[in-house]
């Protein structure tokens, strides 16, 4: 099977994706996560894996997005837990005091705010496609003043050398990736099985009002229906209306879960079930 990651070679996306399937695959890299999303859209592969969660930063917004409004057909068939560990990278040793910029994502950036504002503080911050697209600038450069944040894996590919490693802000710095496929490949997702779990996103009630959410999410604790994480994402509508991404314990084949969806779908304009996977 083909899989599309985030890339180029040596991304984060791509060491947890080797760390997680149980199969060997053809790994084709994309520039940019909505493109990496869109290839199963556009059949361009059978599956993708990308980043939804930091545990530090929160949801990847564009992966959230590119879902729900982009890829109607595709669904998240697993979910893997990786920890991620950012290291300082430049093409030769050099000083911090002599660092005038770091190159990122802004994701692995955000993860190491104390780091680079106690040991880097007048560096500018220019921001990358990803963390292996950072390294590969770096070892383009004849600039010694230019580093990158990224992986251990993305230094050693691109000839560059690890000034740092451990640069996150916490040591429990973990990502949450996710598997996803058409409805033709679901169920050959290539991992291990694990308890079932459900990501959902639903917009189009009386927001306006008071207590209106409260009123949609009952239909879930009426049933005993575990929800594990809520956010907001804007519609792009107009200012104030929003569509909400949900996670709930347990499988679409599970009667409390089945019937608290059908009651939530008869609240709101618009209810999709993302997917119902194995949890990391």
Known sequence: MRVAFLGPAGTFTEEALRASALERLDEVPYATIEATVMAVECGETDLAFVPIENSLEGSVRATLDTLAADAPSVSIAAEVVHPISQCLIAREKTAFEDLRRVVSHPQATAQCTRFLGERLPGAERVSAAS????????????????????????????GCLVLAEGVEDHPDNLTRFVWLAGADT???????????????????????????????????????????????????????????????????????LAGALEALGGRVETLRVLGSYPAG
């Open 131 to 158: 963390t292996a697209e950072a390294v590969r600038i770096v070892a383009a450069t004849d600039d010694p003043g230019v580093a990158a944040l990224g992986s251990r894996l993305s230094a050693d590919l691109y």
């Open 186 to 256: 679901r169920a050959r997702a290539p991992v291990a099985p694990g308890a079932p779990k459900t990501s959902i996103v639903f917009w189009g009630f009386n927001d306006d009002s008071p207590g209106a959410l409260v009123t949609v999410l009952k239909e879930l604790a009426d049933r005993e229906v575990n929800l594990t994480r809520i956010e907001s994402r804007p519609r792009k509508v107009r200012l104030g209306h929003y569509m909400f991404f949900a996670d709930l314990e347990g499988g679409t084949d599970e009667p409390a």
